[in-house]
């Protein structure tokens, strides 16, 4: 495994309804440096006594082991993480399941768009609806996260994100309310 894949990581993000992703969308090529494409995504999230754990089989990117933290808030919050490549979805899965119990399972379409060290996601999840994420990938330094804010409230204005939009929790935490 290569260090830049298991190093310590943050991201200053949000996560919002998209009633018009088609509009997003338009939006999102209109501002983005690049364009990364389509990816098919499953986050099968384990029982933790604190954060959150999940496997996601990607079909861009392969399995990859996600443990991280993040505060149940609206709006620009910190989330930190690593990423940890996994050759074995499958069998990582089963075991993970044995060991700490599967929580929940979210599969989404995940269409990605760069503004620079921003990612935005527009995403349709089974059984949730569509939404958009935006992702300020920096280096975790606590000064940098109101620069970071600043970019990510820049984006929602240009994308049509209002307040009443964001929300607090994960794709996880929403399927379990529904």
């Known amino acids: ?9 943050a991201n200053f993000e949000i996560k919002a309804r998209c009633a018009d992703l088609a509009a997003a969308r338009e939006r999102a090529e209109r501002i ?8 098919h995504q499953v986050d099968t999230y384990f029982a933790t ?7 996601r089989e990607s079909s861009l990117s392969g399995g990859q082991l996600v443990p991280y933290l993040r505060p149940d808030q609206p709006g620009p919050r910190r ?13 990582t899965k089963a075991l993970l399941s044995q060991i700490l119990g599967v929580h929940r399972v ?12 921003v990612r935005i996601h527009l995403d349709r999840v089974e059984g949730l609806g569509t939404f958009l994420e935006l ?29 009443d939009d964001l929300i607090a ?10």
């Open 79 to 91: 989330s930190d993480y690593r990423i940890l490549p996994v050759p074995d979805p499958a069998g």
């Open 106 to 117: 979210v599969d989404k379409q995940r269409e990605i768009f760069l503004v620079d060290n």
């Open 169 to 178: 929790t994960s794709y996880e935490a929403l399927l379990e309310e529904s």
């Open 49 to 55: 006594r604190a954060g959150r754990l999940k496997l």
């Open 1 to 9: 495994m290569a260090a830049s894949t298991t190093r310590a990581r």
């Open 135 to 163: 992702e300020a990938v920096f280096d975790g330094t606590p000064g940098a996260e109101a620069a970071q804010q600043r970019k990510l409230e820049h984006l929602m204005r240009e994308l049509g994100v209002r307040p």
């Open 32 to 39: 983005a440096t690049e364009h990364v494409g389509v990816d």
